[in-house]
């Protein structure tokens, strides 16, 4: 029973490893959180997808799967929460800013 149970494929990570990630080639930086939040502020050169959306899984589903997303929203929870649902559909290269924009806002 227990090997049914499919393992999110993410790594949580440091705002200080996140920036280092930033400049790699073929990454994309993920903000999951709602459009009202991103108008208060974002980090540069990001996607947004709310992950509250309706079509969440859908706008996910049309992203490149050869790409490493560093995903991110407020605090870090709901971008885990979007992070094991991308590796549910497929995507391996995950990492999940740890503390969310406030801990970017703070490093």
């Known amino acids: 029973m227990f090997g ?12 200080a490893t996140f920036r280092e990630l930033m400049s790699q080639p073929d990454v994309q930086i993920l903000d999951v959180r709602t459009p009202a939040e991103v108008f208060a502020g974002a980090i540069p050169n990001h996607l947004n997808i709310n992950l ?8 996910v589903k049309a992203l490149d799967r050869d790409k490493t997303y560093l995903v991110y929203c407020r605090s870090g929870a709901r971008s885990a929460r979007a992070c094991k649902k991308m590796s549910k559909i497929g995507f391996e290269n995950l990492y999940n800013l740890s503390g969310g924009i406030i801990g970017w806002n703070n490093a």
Do not use: A, C, Q, W
């Open 4 to 15: 049914l149970l499919k393992k999110s494929k993410h790594k949580n990570i440091d705002s």
């Open 52 to 59: 509250m959306s309706f079509d969440f899984t859908n706008k």
